[in-house]
């Protein structure tokens, strides 16, 4: 275990521009070392997604220390380093995280031993360091056991940590979730006893964690964790008599997957927008639950052409998806409309072979509400018999049109 962690660790593919700021600190007289979640993925065999360096630098020091040095958020002990045209962040040894109870702390206080900053991090596998240039792994509270065990763990006590930080507790739900880890059952019991922190946490960071347990292919895991936990009742009540695995039928797709679980809630856009999401998502999250009713499998032509004017051909696949993964049978609707939209049939007032000036000259008319009234009805027919999409055609029924009474 050991050696092939410390193997993993040498053999990592570090980008040159992090290496030379480690390097550079080291070379300073300072302490410095990869830490969080790049050493976790290094010891996954997984590639990391960014490199962060901690150091014993003070930020004043590191700035000393490089000719480009952007002070992104100084007053964290957070610099980005630039070598190369590569952007490098720096934090200082720090023992407070940058939000406690949904607060930032007073002030921030530096150190200069790397396992204060990691006691300060959130679960065993976040919290180990490795040094580069001296080939030294730091892992005071058994990171690397619990990788392999697959274990989410919080440094030290879980009940302290949650406390500090209502947002932990969802992240040990999406880490494990991501990941397909399990919550360590300590940790894990600390989560219901800190909902109080929890709910001071801003939707926005809540947000962050929660789309990417969405997305996750373990989506039905994360969803069964949040609701155990009492972690969904006290952000999403509206989901809560969701089956989890409906969710994980559908495609990792934002909107359908909300779609899914918000089923049967009322006012989804606006759930959906206080959850954070883009007004966009919420829109599309909404027609989606509004036209889950889908039409016979076995419906005529003409009536499976009316449902996609009325949902708009882009929306149908989606549409499917989510009723597909709520227990419906799909498929063949999914061929059939499939196959109609790929003929093009015209299913919108602009797709008619006569525009608005063509009709109002063929009828003799100016500008007035039957314009709109021969649109509908050649619509209509055309719905019906698409072949009649021609001028000529148009043309003719018009003449054997009259407006409503
Ligand atoms: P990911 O691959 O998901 O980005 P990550 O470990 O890099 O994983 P980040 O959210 O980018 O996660 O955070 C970087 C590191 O900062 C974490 O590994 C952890 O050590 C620490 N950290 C982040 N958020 C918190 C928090 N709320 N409380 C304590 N430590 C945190
Ligand atoms: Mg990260």
Redesign the pocket.
Known sequence: MKQKSALLLERAVVPPAVLEVVQGLVTAGHEAFL????V??ILREQPP??F?IATSARPEEVQRAFRRVIPTGIEHGTVTVVVRGVHVEVTTFRAE?D?LDGRRPSKVEFHTDIEADLS???FTI??MAWDPVGKRLVDPFGGRDDLASRTIRCVRSAMERFLE?G??AM?AVRFAT?LDFAIAPETEAAIPQTLHVFRKVAMERINQEFT?LLLAPHVAQGLTLTRRTGLLGQFLPEAEATEPSAVARAPADLAIRLAVLLHHAAGVKDVVLRLKYPVKVATDTAHLVEHLDLPAADAPDAQLRRWLATVKPEHAPSILDAAGALGGSVATLMDRSAALIASNPPLSTKALALNGGQIMKVLNVGPSPIVGQATAFLLDRVLDEPSLNTPAALESLLAGWKPPA
């Open positions: 830490v969080g979640g790049c976790r993925d997604k960014d962060d995280a939000y300060r991090r959130d976040n919290a930080d947002l932990r992240r991501v990417r």
